[in-house]
Structures are given as C-alpha cells and as structure tokens.
C-alpha cells in the first residue's frame, strides 16, 4: 500500500471506534487524516495526539451530520487543511435507540435516516466536486452494516432500514462515478465492541449476538482496518466499485 503515502482522508465519526481505528490506520501508512466527530471532543484529540505521537499528520473537526451547513464548512475545512481529500470514510452513524414498531414515531424516523442515510449523501455532496477538480479520482467508503442484511437486533428496523439504503446509494453512487474515476464502496460490519454497543446493546443481547457467529467472538474495531486500507488503496482496489464488504466473524455470508 505504497500509494496511500502522502493521500489525505477524512474520516466522518473518527473520535472512537471503528472510526477512530481507521484514522490511525491510515496515518500508520503516511496517510493525513481529518478525524471529524460531533460532541466527543476528547476522544477525538486523543485520536489525533496518538497519530501524532507516531510522527502522522492529523487534525480533528467538529460537525452534527445533521447540519448541513456543518458538513459543508467541514469538508471545506478538511480540503483546505488537507490539500485535497482523496478518501472520504462515512462513518458517522448511531442507531438512536432500540424502539418496537408500536412506540414508533415520525420524529425517530428523521433523526435516524437524517444521521445514518442523509449525512452520507451530503458528504459525498460537498467532496465530489473536490474529487473531480483534483483531476486524480478518489474513493467513497460509506459504511453499512450487518443490519442491513438481516434486519437488525431488537428494535433496530429503522438503524437497518437506513443502513439498507447506504448499500443501496453505494451501488448507485459507484455507477454515477465510475467515469471520473472515484471508486465507491462499503464494508458492512457485524457486531464490533464498540461503544455503539455499549450504548444501544445489553451485555444478554450481545451475548445472543455472539453465539451467532461461527468464529465465536465479538469483533474489534481494529477487525475492520484491513478493509479500509484495501478500498481506499487504488493499487490494491482499482478496479474494485460499488462492493459491499462484509467484516462479520461469518455471521452472515451472502
């Protein structure tokens, strides 16, 4: 991955989790990352001083992925700072709460589509005309989710349903990109120790969650790396678009 040298990425929910695994991942391999979070901002600057304390180029900025005013000045932000971005990672995403289909509302349904679906099409809104300009092409990584196969956990229709749709706009996206060389993609995790679990997920469910996967354990954030490095290196993926790929321990094998 020679070629990931000196690119810039930014990575959108970078300040824990997967989110912050592949920001120091790519700044391992002499990538300059922009580590966006919403409200963790400590989390975020400890991200950053541990890609700085290995020498890495790093920097974090703040933005709801509800705003879209925000991502704008973020991603503008993130190019100037950058130079350019040739990755960008749409990790932001939260499952909100666990909710049965009686406790539904129409509230529940904005907020989670709005951070989980709509967050991604304005990332890729505000860096594709970068991309273009650039004149070198680039690569989308959304990420998806194991839910968007089989339907999520208890009360999660509406994080799988969204997540269904990132999959779906990935295929269309690659589609629409392909002539100017921007290659998009997704890795769909499965169920990862992160605090996204510790969050929305009893000890019980994720117990449950476990004994459905054939390498019988929970995945780690640094499970999903290789992954991120793959799509995001065009020596390795150049050819690769509109994939979806699933880091899930096997349990779910399409």
């Known amino acids: 991955m020679e070629d990931l040298k000196g690119r810039s990425a930014l990575v959108t929910g970078a300040s824990t989790g997967i989110g912050a695994a592949v920001a120091i991942g790519y700044a391992q391999r002499g990538m300059r990352v922009a580590v966006h979070y919403n409200s963790s901002a400590d989390a975020a600057n400890k991200v950053v001083a541990t890609i700085q304390a290995a ?52 509230a529940l349904f904005d907020e989670v589509m709005h951070i989980n679906a709509r ?22 990584i959304n990420v998806s989710s194991i839910a968007a196969r089989n339907g999520g956990g208890p009360g999660a229709y509406l994080y799988a349903g969204a997540k269904g749709f990132v999959s779906t706009a990935t295929h269309g996206l690659a589609k629409e990109l392909a002539p100017d060389n921007i290659r998009v993609n997704a890795v769909a995790p499965g169920v990862i120790q992160t605090p996204f679990h510790d969050r929305f997920s009893t000890p ?51």
């Open 204 to 254: 019980q469910l994720l117990e449950s969650f476990k004994a459905a996967i054939p390498m019988a354990r929970i995945g780690e954030p640094d499970d999903c790396v290789g992954a991120f490095l793959y799509l995001a290196s065009a020596q390795l993926s150049g050819y690769v678009t509109g994939q979806i790929i699933e880091v899930n321990g096997g349990q779910y094998m399409p």
């Open 55 to 106: 020498g890495g180029d790093a920097f974090a900025l703040q933005a709801d992925v509800r705003d879209s005013a925000a991502i704008r000045r973020v991603v503008a932000e993130a190019d100037e700072r950058l130079g350019g971005i040739d990755v960008l990672v749409n990790n932001a995403g939260s499952l909100v709460k666990r909710l049965p289909i009686a406790d539904f509302d129409d």
């Open 119 to 140: 967050s991604v099409l304005a990332f890729c809104r505000e860096v594709v005309p970068l991309m273009r300009a650039q004149g070198r092409g680039g690569s989308i």
